[in-house]
């Protein structure tokens, strides 16, 4: 039963207040102003995301809304790919997240991955630079990334549309002519109502206009709308990056605000009150001054605070190293050394056995952490073998995501 059935059947019993929830998303009765929506073709925009065999629709659809959320009902296609690339900037650029499949060369086959890293390129812009940045980088490298913004305006556009037109799914002669899409387009708009029609200009002054019928609905749930394509996203995502954790959090630039290290702050300050603490990387002793809590698998691969992979760190190296891994057989051993003093202390001292606890919530998540690496009484052999087997395959899966490899140089040193 589509939406508008739904509501019928609603109004037939003065249900409202209701929430309705289809395919993801999430609707309240009474806000949704049945009369408009009586003319709106709401079964098909439910399923112009499904069966997308690359991103394009995904992050073309949140780019139209965004912009519409911005007060545009007529955007050009050089406005909308601008956007997608600066959404699509922290997934790829941060952290190394891949929007479609390689060729047998190892290529990066996806246009819209292909137009970021270029602009990464070609730009010199940090990982970490504000959307600002990115798009007066865009505006920058206008012609460069021409081609790749051409490629990406060839088929999207319209075929989002797909699901309002199924008579022509397969009618690739259509498809494959935009003047005649786009005619296609705008007739068969005065019978679906279509959310959007493409008015015909050269290359990317193409337009899309946004229908008036549309816009009170993509206004009032423009929240829930944008929430149902980030999880079509991240599904396609995840699919495209397996083994990947948290890819939910990997839409947006890190927000530190949201880490979970005061405990484990507080920790090694107390470990450090027992014990001369070094740090691996510069072998100099560690004061509470000079202390910094460091991820030795970066968070932006692991998107979270666990203490098994969390290490105190010279906070003049630390900007350093921000997103690249450590040599594992280089400073591994050390690693490893350290997190074995940590917990002797805390085993040894009912004060430092408090501060643990406190870490239980946010950074002791991950099962075997507890059932098998801090287990009182357990030798530092077995320590060690059960950190390594758990930590190298995240490591490794890092390496193949495409993390880059941290070298200390002497300036760093100094």
């Known amino acids: 039963?589509?939406?508008?059935?739904?509501?019928?059947?609603?109004?037939?019993?003065?249900?409202?207040?209701?929430?309705?929830?289809?395919?993801?998303?999430?609707?309240?009765?009474?806000?949704?102003?049945i009369n408009y929506?009586?003319?709106?073709?709401?079964?098909?925009?439910?399923?112009?995301?499904?069966d997308a065999t690359e991103c394009?629709?995904?992050?073309?659809?949140?780019?139209?809304?965004?912009?519409?959320?911005?007060?545009?009902t007529e955007i050009s296609f050089d406005e909308l790919i601008n956007q997608m690339i600066v959404d699509a900037w922290y997934s790829v650029v941060e952290y190394h997240l891949h929007l479609g499949p390689k060729n047998a060369m190892g290529e990066v086959t996806n246009s819209l991955e292909r137009a970021v890293l270029l602009l990464e390129k070609s730009s010199g812009l940090s990982s970490t630079a504000s959307r600002e940045e990115i798009m007066n980088a865009i505006q920058e490298q206008e012609k460069l990334l021409k081609k790749a913004k051409t490629q990406l305006s060839r088929n999207v556009p319209y075929r989002l549309l797909s699901s309002f037109m199924p008579n022509i799914t397969g009618?690739?002669?259509i498809w494959n002519s935009p003047v005649r899409v786009i005619e296609v387009i705008h007739e068969a708009s005065k019978l679906y109502c279509f959310p959007y029609v493409i008015e015909n200009a050269k290359g990317l002054q193409k337009t899309v206009q946004i229908n008036e019928k549309w816009q009170p609905f993509f206004r009032d749930h423009y929240t829930t709308i944008h929430g149902w394509i980030e999880l079509k996203k991240v599904r396609y995502?995840?699919?495209?990056?397996?083994?990947?954790p948290g890819i939910v959090y990997k839409l947006e630039p890190e927000n530190t605000k949201l880490r979970k290290?005061?405990?484990v702050r507080e920790l090694?300050?107390?470990?450090?009150?027992?014990?001369?603490?070094?740090?691996?990387?510069?072998?100099?002793?560690?004061?509470?001054e000079n202390l910094t809590i460091d991820h030795f698998v970066p968070w932006s691969f692991v998107a979270n605070d666990e203490l098994w992979n969390l290490m105190p760190m010279e906070s003049r190296l630390n900007s350093s190293k921000n997103n690249k891994l450590p040599v594992w057989d280089k400073y591994f051993k050390a690693f490893a050394d350290n997190q074995f003093m940590m917990f002797e202390c805390v085993q040894q001292k009912e004060k430092m056995m408090e501060i643990f606890g406190k870490c239980y919530r946010d950074n002791l998540v991950?099962?075997?952490?507890?059932?098998?690496?801090?287990?009182?009484?357990?030798?530092?052999?077995?320590?060690?073998?059960v950190l390594e087997k758990n930590l190298r395959p995240i490591y490794d899966s890092a390496k193949i995501q495409g993390y880059s490899m941290w070298t200390i140089s002497k300036e760093t040193m100094r």
């Open 261 to 263: 290290l005061r405990y």
């Open 171 to 173: 009618n690739d002669k």
């Open 366 to 385: 991950a099962p075997w952490s507890l059932e098998q690496l801090y287990v009182r009484g357990c030798e530092k052999e077995t320590f060690c073998n």
């Open 56 to 72: 394009y629709k995904f992050y073309w659809l949140d780019a139209v809304l965004g912009l519409f959320s911005c007060g545009k």
């Open 268 to 288: 090694w300050t107390s470990v450090m009150n027992l014990r001369p603490v070094y740090d691996i990387y510069s072998e100099q002793k560690m004061t509470e």
């Open 37 to 50: 929506l009586n003319q709106l073709n709401t079964d098909s925009f439910i399923h112009m995301l499904d």
């Open 237 to 244: 995502l995840q699919g495209r990056n397996p083994g990947v």
């Open 1 to 33: 039963m589509g939406i508008s059935e739904k509501l019928n059947k609603l109004r037939n019993h003065a249900f409202y207040g209701i929430i309705i929830k289809y395919e993801g998303v999430v609707f309240l009765a009474q806000d949704l102003q």
